[in-house]
């Protein structure tokens, strides 16, 4: 039997200087698009860690530290577990605290899909990519972008 989810996640927005946000379809629910999403895989582990650990499983970006860096936005938000996956939490466990990252890459960096994670990809201004996310809470991080963006580079 596996072990249950610890959680805690990371949301990952990845995009490119001009806004571009990547979105990867659900293998298990196809039609819902999301950012990368995960969870710790030990109660100790660093949230940049699992972010980098995330980003390279689903993609296949490696975040370097150089030229492509993990940006800890410092925010967190609490959702109420979906039904539908609640079986992999422990019993009683209803709700996530997801930890937001963002990432800017090349538009051009090959990306490299988890098959059994994901069917597809797409790269959609930020305004539609938000409106594709199934998860409120991934829909509003993008929708944040540009304001974050902001941020980092004053």
């Known amino acids: 039997m596996k072990p249950y989810k610890i959680p ?15 979105l990867i379809e659900r293998a298990d629910r196809p039609g819902f698009w999301q950012s990368v999403t995960g969870s710790l895989d030990a109660p100790d582990e660093p949230l940049l ?29 609490i959702y109420t577990i979906y039904p539908v996956w609640r079986h992999r939490y422990a019993p009683g466990v ?6 937001v990252f963002s990432v800017e890459v090349p538009r051009d960096i090959p990306i490299t899909l988890a098959p059994r994670e994901h069917l597809n990809h797409v790269w959609l201004p930020y305004l539609e990519a938000a409106d594709q996310c199934f998860s409120s809470s991934n829909a509003e ?11 980092a580079r004053s």
């Open 8 to 22: 805690v996640s990371v949301l990952v927005v990845i995009h490119t200087a001009d806004l571009q946000v990547l």
């Open 49 to 77: 860690q699992t972010a980098a650990r995330e980003l390279f499983e689903e993609t296949g970006i490696v975040a370097d530290g150089e030229r492509i860096v993990l940006r800890d936005w410092r925010l967190s938000n």
């Open 94 to 99: 209803t709700e996530n605290t997801e930890h």
């Open 141 to 151: 991080a993008i929708l944040q972008l540009p304001h974050q963006l902001r941020q």
